[in-house]
């Protein structure tokens, strides 16, 4: 398994045009496509990156938010607890599984839509969530 690069950091809120306009009006960042998720938010991009995902909070309806990425509401979103996960590009999906599977360490897999990329997600012992992102291709061949 080899971590190649940091990916992007997720932020959760219930503020999300604050959020964006933060990121684009201070910060420089301008937005970008985003796969179509069952939740509100917006990717912001530096040159052709998205370096933060915004993942918007809908206090009316947080369907389509837990059950996609489960976790926190609206009352969590304060302070640390607005970085949902830090996220790595990796090679090696099946080493990784295989470690996870050894070690009985719990985790979650899932294809991102449209973007050819397989995700597995596991915790820190903080709690802290680490994404860490394949090529579809090597879940294929796995």
Known sequence: MALERLDHYSIRTAKLDETRDFYTSVLGLSVGPRPDFPFPGVWLYQKDRAVVHVIGID????????????????????????????????????????????????????????????????????????????????AAAA
């Open 59 to 138: 206090p009316n309806d947080t369907a389509g938010l837990l059950q996609y990425l489960g976790g926190s509401d609206a009352g969590d979103a304060i302070g640390t607890g607005s970085l949902d996960h830090v996220a790595f590009v990796a090679t090696g999906l099946s080493d990784m599984q295989s470690r996870l599977q050894r070690d009985k360490i719990p985790h979650k897999e899932r294809k991102v839509p449209g973007l050819g990329l397989h995700q597995v997600f596991v915790e820190d012992p903080n709690g802290v969530t680490i994404e860490l992102n394949y090529p579809a291709s090597e």
